[in-house]
């Protein structure tokens, strides 16, 4: 089993910044891509960012504004938001895809239990 923990969120005025966390946690797996997205009520969950390996990908919305960065010593996940405008308003979800070696040898997914993210005009 694996936990995500995520931090970081709160309230910002437009033109701000934040900076989200999230480690993972457990026992017995191996990330393969970790990364970041969003959901506004009433809309679907969209990917905002993600990393695999050396690789990032960014959503059209953010590019330029967020960066996606990863500790993998830790299994931690961090996205810098700057230049925030009320659009990005919406609860952020880290999500880890992994490799679990207990019980066998498979792949899982997981996501962490969300955080608000509001930015005011």
């Known amino acids: 089993q694996v936990q995500l923990v995520e931090s970081g969120g709160g309230l910002v005025q437009a033109g701000g910044s934040l900076r989200l966390s999230c480690a993972a946690s457990?026992?017995?797996?191996?990330?393969?891509?970790m990364g970041w997205y969003r959901q506004v009520p009433g809309k679907q969950r969209e990917l905002v960012a993600d990393?695999?390996?050396?690789?990032?990908n960014y959503a059209d919305s953010v590019k330029g504004r967020f960066t996606i960065s990863r500790d993998n010593a830790e299994n931690t996940v961090y996205l810098q938001m700057n230049s925030l405008k009320p659009e990005d308003t919406a609860v952020y979800y880290c999500n880890a895809d992994v490799y679990v070696s207990i019980g066998g040898y498979y792949r899982d997914n997981y996501w962490g239990q969300g955080t608000q993210v509001t930015v005011s005009s």
């Open positions: 990393t695999s390996g050396g690789s990032t």
């Open positions: 457990g026992s017995g797996f191996s990330i393969n891509a």
